[in-house]
């Protein structure tokens, strides 16, 4: 089901948008915390070590891959609002020839370099097979993971959030039930995990390919629109790459400091990787909302209403903040707590460790919903290069905490690394994002008069 953002109220839209986007994402991290659970409490805080120390990576790869997903929505939002019909089919076709060509780069490139990044991060030799078992897997599953973000990019650019998380659901309820079997019953430890993984996402790729060719014709090209053109392949290219790069430099940041965190011992890493999953829980509603934010910017581009994406950008950023001070607060008080879901109560350094991050963490939670409301609004406008310098800032400050502190403050160091990459991030990306909405409004005031 199609739906325009150009009209009615933009708190509205974006709440009603958004809604399902945060029910999938929350299911995502569901399935992450019950993964993680499962694999920490039947296969051992080594294996949860294992699997944990290969997030920065998971999150580079993976999020290139969302990242990328994503920016080749944009243009497809933005002819949406604008009713053009054919340039949105041909951008359509294009973005599944880049998908494809990338999906098969990526799967071959990390998969060979799999033991290489492994020694890259650092990774303890006590957990080093559990880490190569899970993340060879993922890598393998690639492709599927770009067939379901490609195709619920295209489907949210058309104002379909819907589906996506209808699927998504499915998938996750068949992600823990293959979970169990993998790890309980062929007794597959890590790689268990890593195969039920890739397996629900392929299986919530190709639902959505089915309701596509099925029920979204407003999405099939036509034979006409199924002829490569190297300018259009090299425009989207350049709106999707960058956001891809987006991730993938931020994920840079978060490698070095993975790397400097597996360099304390298993204990912080067991922590580390338990407060991980709790913080990707917690961050769902910002990704939401933010992508929110980009569909309803891009659509109002489209359409030359400057005014209703102003609204939009303060009403995201009233919700993301104020969202903000809440899920701080709560992993203040109960980040202890919420630890021990992954975490014997017996393992009291581990659990202590992953209090400490997490409680460092919600005293600046706020700071994350400007970044994700400002940095996709500025996406949504079409200007992803400048996007990407946000991503940038983050590296420089994480790899600079790591690097400069760690050796001297040891997993306190650790415990503020995010949230000055988030603060450098901001101070950055706030007030380019006023600068866009200002040279769209002047563009689109030069357009109305001629």
């Not at 080093?128 to 067939?147: C, E, N, R, S």
């Not at 390919?209 to 300018?231: T, Y």
């Not at 400048?386 to 997993?411: D, K, T």
Request: hydrophobic share 50%; aromatic share 10%; proline share 3%.
């Amino acid at each position: 089901m199609t739906k325009s953002m150009t009209e009615g109220r933009p708190l509205k839209l974006l709440v009603q948008f958004a809604f399902p986007l945060l029910m999938g994402n929350l299911l995502q991290q569901t399935y992450n915390i019950i993964d993680s659970a499962i694999v920490g409490r039947i296969l051992g805080t080594q294996a949860l070590a294992g699997v944990g120390s290969t997030s920065s990576v998971q999150f580079m790869v993976l999020g290139f891959c969302t990242g990328t997903c994503a920016g080749f929505g944009v243009p497809v939002a933005k002819c949406f609002g604008a009713g053009k019909k054919k340039e949105m089919l041909d951008t359509v076709f294009h973005a599944a020839v880049l998908t494809a060509v990338l999906a098969a780069a990526m799967m071959g490139v990390c998969t060979l370099l799999c033991p290489w990044i492994l020694h890259l991060l650092d990774v303890p030799e006590d957990i080093y097979d559990y880490a190569y078992q899970y993340l060879a897997i993922i890598f393998l599953g690639l492709p599927f993971t770009y067939l379901y973000n490609l195709l619920s990019s295209m489907l949210r650019s058309v104002g379909d959030s819907r589906t996506p998380f209808l699927f998504l659901a499915f998938s996750t309820v068949l992600n823990i039930g293959l979970d169990l079997f993998f790890i309980l019953v062929l007794g597959w430890g890590c790689a268990g995990a890593a195969g039920a993984t890739v397996t629900a996402q392929a299986v919530s790729g190709i639902l959505c390919l089915i309701f596509i060719w099925k029920r979204v014709p407003v999405l099939h090209p036509e034979k006409e629109n199924c002829r490569l053109r190297g300018a259009s392949a090299r425009n989207l290219a350049m709106m999707g790459i960058p956001m891809g790069l987006q991730f993938s430099v931020t994920a840079i940041g978060s490698m070095v400091m993975q790397t400097a965190n597996n360099g304390l011992g298993s204990i912080c890493v067991s922590g580390f990787a338990a407060a991980m999953r709790i913080k990707m829980f917690a961050i769902c509603p910002f990704e939401a909302i933010a992508t929110g934010i980009s569909v309803f910017c891009g659509q109002n581009l489209g359409a030359g209403k400057v005014d209703r994406i102003r609204k939009g950008i303060l009403d995201g950023l009233a919700i993301s903040v104020g969202y903000g001070l809440f899920a701080g607060s709560i992993l203040i008080l109960f980040g202890r707590d919420l630890s021990s879901i992954f975490v014997s109560r017996e393992a009291t350094d581990v659990l202590d460790a992953a209090a400490m991050y997490l409680k460092c963490l919600g005293f600046f939670y706020w700071s994350l919903g400007i970044l994700n409301v400002c940095r996709l609004a500025v996406q949504g406008l079409g200007y992803p290069g400048r996007a990407v310098f946000s991503g940038v800032m983050e590296m420089i400050a994480r790899i600079a905490v790591s690097m400069l502190f760690v050796g001297s403050f040891g997993y306190t160091a650790i415990c503020f690394t995010d949230q000055a990459a988030w603060i450098a991030a901001c101070l950055y990306i706030a007030p380019m994002c006023w600068l866009c909405v200002k040279q769209v409004s002047a563009l689109t005031s030069s357009v109305h008069r001629t």
